[in-house]
């Protein structure tokens, strides 16, 4: 019997804090419970939602964007999501209309209709007027609103009835306990001691409208046609990828692209004292949140001789955002403590409060452009004059710079290697002598 296709939702708001990431792990872990197959996405670059919405659904999130990742891949995963599962949801990113290219934008390219989420704790009839402007603004096809923050019955009925001819899909009420947040977004999930149970507390406390649910029609997503198989060259090579809480940026798809590359993949804990795996052929240090762990990793004596070694051996090395921070010669807090690190790269790094990078960038490489994003709250003060420098999007405006010393590629660019495989091989390559 042919699939009949998942119910998909595009999970949007007007801003960022409306409760969008709440409200789609609520959702997710509720239907997951009632024995529903249920994927999640991302739109647009981020690391830390996505694992708590892997958390909430069980299954990894991969990250959708027209520009980054493209709208051939972005077809092929929705559509290999959909034969699997009987609910994709996908979480928009700030406002449905906010970036370019957009939540909104997404929600056309595949015709998804768009699930709205309202912080309805300050108003009640207004309401109608923020969905129904949402809706025709693009204009999106407005699957229905999921009310949070609603204080009683009463208020529910007013929201409702504000809504007109849009269905009042579920309703969260005010939260006791909230999903915390830090300085790039929500803490890490590994890091809650009574995650799942917040997320069930959630899931209890969501009320789903199962005759407005049950309306929404099944769809199967026309497939896209294969990509060019990527060639293996990496074949034979040890790639070594620091994972822990301080290097825990990593987009489940840049592992898969490595190994598709024919890279076999060690994961190693510098936090935990770990050295570079001796068979390692590369390493990459992803981003995470070094600056939460500066002490430890300032201690962590073999990972520093291990990483020098690396590095005095020629073996290609990528630190991406926090992965430079922590092989520069020192992380700096913003009350003014400074941690010595393992100084592979000139220059200290000192944290600050306001945002000093974000949004969607291309890296220049030998094999086209790498596509990915940057968002950090440091810079790097250094001598070390770039070998390039990123490209933002849409603007074209300079963007992170690029640091090449030796063997170490250096910046706070995020690459999606996806976007780019032969760039991606490139960067863990070792140079011909």
Same mark, same amino acid.
Request: proline residues 5%; charged residues 15%.
């Given at each position: 019997m042919a699939h009949p296709g998942a119910r998909m939702l595009l999970v949007a708001a007007t801003a960022s804090g409306q409760g969008k990431t709440t409200?789609?792990?609520?959702?997710?872990?509720?239907?997951?419970?009632?024995?529903?197959?249920?994927?999640?996405?991302?739109?647009?670059p981020d690391f830390i939602d996505p694992l708590l919405l892997e958390r909430a659904c069980g299954a990894a999130v991969h990250t959708l964007d027209l520009w980054i990742v493209g709208l051939q891949e972005c077809r092929r995963r929705l559509a290999e999501a959909a034969r699997d599962a009987d609910v994709v949801l996908i979480e928009g990113v700030m406002g449905l209309y906010d970036g370019t290219p957009s939540a909104a934008d997404l929600s056309r390219a595949f015709d998804i209709?768009?699930?709205?989420?309202i912080d309805a704790s300050s108003m009640a009839q207004t309401a109608g007027a923020v969905v129904q402007g949402l809706r025709d603004y693009g204009p999106v096809q407005m699957a229905g609103v999921v009310a949070n923050r609603i204080a009683s019955e009463g208020h529910r009925q007013m929201v409702a009835a504000s809504l007109r001819d849009i269905p009042?899909?579920?309703t969260l009420p005010t939260q006791a306990r909230q999903l915390p947040e830090r300085h790039l977004g929500l803490v890490l999930p590994g890091e809650v001691d009574d995650i799942d149970a917040i997320l069930d507390e959630l899931a209890d406390r969501l009320h789903l409208d199962t005759q407005a649910w049950q309306a929404l029609t099944p769809r199967l997503p026309e497939h896209a046609d294969p990509d060019e198989p990527i060639p293996p060259l990496l074949a034979g090579k040890t790639v070594a990828i620091?994972?822990?809480?301080?290097?825990?940026?990593?987009?489940?798809?840049?592992?898969?692209?490595l190994r598709q590359l024919g890279a076999r993949l060690r994961f190693f804990s510098p936090l935990a004292g770990e050295p570079v795996p001796a068979d390692a052929d590369a390493v990459w240090l992803p981003g995470g949140y070094p600056e939460?762990?500066?002490?430890?990793?300032?201690?962590?004596?073999?990972? &520093?001789?291990?990483?020098?070694?690396?590095?005095?051996? %020629? =073996?290609?090395?990528? *630190?991406?955002?926090?992965?430079?921070?922590a092989v520069s010669e020192s992380i700096t807090d913003t009350e003014g403590r400074c941690w010595t690190m393992p100084a592979l790269l000139p220059g200290r790094v000192l944290m600050q409060q306001r945002l000093a990078g974000l949004g969607s960038q291309g890296m220049p490489t030998a094999a086209g452009e790498l596509r990915? &994003?940057?968002?950090?709250?440091?810079?790097?003060?250094? %001598? =070390?004059?770039?070998? *390039?420098?990123?490209?933002?999007?849409?603007?074209g405006?300079?963007?992170?710079a690029v640091y090449r010393l030796g063997s170490l590629t250096a910046s706070y660019f995020h690459g999606f290697f996806a976007s780019n495989p032969l760039a991606a091989a490139g960067l863990f390559a070792k140079a011909a002598p």
């Open positions: 409200v789609t792990a609520a959702l997710a872990r509720g239907l997951v419970r009632q024995g529903q197959r249920v994927r999640v996405f991302k739109c647009g209709p768009v699930l709205a989420v009042l899909l579920a620091a994972r822990d809480a301080a290097f825990c940026f990593i987009y489940p798809a840049n592992l898969d692209v939460l762990h500066m002490e430890a990793l300032s201690g962590a004596v073999r990972w &520093h001789e291990s990483i020098r070694a690396a590095h005095a051996a %020629g =073996l290609p090395i990528l *630190a991406e955002c926090g992965g430079m921070m990915g &994003h940057t968002f950090h709250y440091s810079h790097l003060d250094t %001598g =070390l004059a770039p070998v *390039a420098y990123t490209v933002k999007h849409p603007s405006a300079q963007g992170e």
